[in-house]
């Protein structure tokens, strides 16, 4: 699947060399695949003498996944095919954010979707309201917050019986950018990400970096200097929401990119990133304006390159957070581990 996915359609014969496994080996797989809907026969290819054979490809409609997007008010979410499309999105407010209100109303959602979507469902991504855990309490948000425990989304995993994944915005759009965006082509790169406030999500090796809690790359509550506000007060672009107008992004770019060429500058020190993608809720043209203002500020050529943005980025990466596990050879059981209080 990674490789149908990443350089697209094949034969058996390249598959098993690319795979290092006999042709008898990959017929077996390839059969199976084709059984269970993942992928899909294509045509053959014709070069040279000799009978061509099928070439397979990842069936979009193999299987979807469903993300979602908590916030304060309301929820996103997204229906997502194996081809990174959108099959169907929407919102719907919510009292609170807390497990207790949101979770029986993703479940019915869910149980919605899945009788209206004809295709098997791959798992469910939740992006709530991070930090987690210990850091949590650090920043002042409480030691009994609402999506600590030692797994806040059992419930809903035990309800809809399918994987259930949950991670902050930030991590969930850099596994959006590796499946389906900027990142498909790189195994090291970072993801800025603006929601409301602003994160990163680190890829490594073609891995999510995580940390122990699901906190790695929460830099939006790093103090630059003693006495400054944290990042996500000088960074935060959620105003641009109310006021998109052209004075509003200049007036944010202006105010957000010191300091986050500061930081950036020193991750990538500490990451040697292949490039920073910047992505997150944004009105159109921002996130080019945004790189450009990076790069002239100090950010090393080739400098960042832009992301996915709008509204549904962070409930996206929701939806690619089950994907990733279908879609790669690059993840296993415990990269996402429940988040500990």
């Known amino acids: ?39 899909s026969a294509l045509g053959p290819e014709r070069k040279g003498r000799g009978k061509p054979g ?6 979009p409609g193999g ?14 979410w ?32 869910t149980e919605a979707l899945r009788k209206d979507i004809p295709a098997p469902l791959a798992g469910v991504g939740v992006v709530a309201p991070g930090p987690f855990g210990p850091l949590r309490r650090r920043a ?6 609402a999506w600590s425990g030692p797994d806040p989304i059992a419930p809903l995993q035990a309800v809809l019986d399918v994987p259930v994944h949950l991670d902050n915005d930030a991590n969930a759009a850099a596994l959006a950018e590796a499946l389906f965006g ?36 929460e830099i939006g509550l790093m103090h630059l200097a003693e006495g400054d506000a944290p990042l996500d007060a000088l960074a935060s672009a959620a105003g641009l929401r109310d006021d998109a107008s052209d004075a509003a992004v200049s007036d944010w770019i202006a105010r957000a990119v010191p300091p986050l060429v500061q930081v950036l500058s020193l ?32 950010i090393a050529p080739p400098g960042p390159i832009a992301g996915m943005a709008g509204p549904l980025t962070a409930a996206t990466g929701a939806a690619a957070l089950p994907l990733f596990d279908v879609l790669t050879a690059r993840s296993d059981p ?8």
């Open 1 to 39: 699947m990674d490789l149908l996915r990443a350089q697209g359609p094949m034969g058996r014969r390249k598959l098993a060399l690319a795979l290092g496994v006999t042709p008898q080996t990959i017929g077996n797989l390839v059969d199976t695949l084709l059984a269970d809907g993942w992928i």
């Open 140 to 145: 002042g948000l409480g030691g009994a917050a």
């Open 78 to 109: 997204v229906v997502m095919d194996l081809a990174g499309s959108l099959r169907a999105s929407g919102r719907f407010r919510v009292a609170d954010a807390a497990p207790a209100t949101v979770l029986p109303l993703l479940a019915a959602r």
């Open 182 to 217: 900027a990142g498909a082509r790189m195994s090291d790169f970072l993801t800025l990400y603006f929601g409301e406030g602003v994160g990163l999500g680190i890829v490594a090796g073609g891995r999510p970096l995580r940390g122990a809690y699901g906190n790695a790359g």
């Open 334 to 341: 415990g990269d996402a581990p429940p988040l500990p209080a």
């Open 267 to 298: 991750l990538e020190d500490i990451f040697d990133p292949e490039r920073v993608i910047v992505s997150g809720d944004l009105p159109p043209g921002a996130v080019e304006r945004f790189c450009d203002a990076l790069l002239a500020g100090g």
């Open 54 to 59: 099928a070439r397979y490809a990842v069936n």
């Open 63 to 76: 299987a979807v996944s469903i993300g979602y997007e908590l916030a304060q008010d309301r929820v996103h």
